[in-house]
């Protein structure tokens, strides 16, 4: 879990092995192997192939993003062995560049003088054709 990962980044997190996944509070010990899994994402992994048998609709849903990156139940503990070798060799962050976002305007701009009276010209001489129009008919 989070408090692991924080623990072995080297903060110093008062805690003990009750927080962590594999902690049997009925029989107060401690199982490492359980806790090993969720560090390796095999909890997810045997989810995947659970969804994949029982029910492939929701496989498809749940693990879109798995499946649009080719992540199969088998590559999972792989995937996170080389993710957390990646942080051992170089484990300051580096942050990504903020992206320029172009503000959207939902209300129109205000009109310049110029521009309102050219549109009450035009609107005047629409009425005055519309009354031309009428005289007419």
Known sequence: GALKGAVDGGLSIPHSTKRFPG???????????VHRKHIMGQNVADYMRY??????DAYKKQFSQYIKNNVTPD?????????????????????KPKREVKKKRWNR????????????AQKKAS???????????
């Open 51 to 56: 969804l994949m048998e029982e029910d492939e």
């Open 75 to 95: 590559m999972m503990e792989e995937m996170y062995k080389k993710a957390h070798a990646a942080i051992r060799e170089n484990p300051v962050y580096e942050k």
């Open 127 to 137: 009425f005055l054709r519309a009354q031309e129009r009428a005289a007419e008919s």
């Open 23 to 33: 902690y049997d509070s009925e029989s107060k010990e401690f199982n490492a192997e």
């Open 109 to 120: 701009p205000k009109m310049s003088l110029a521009q309102k009276k050219d549109r009450v």
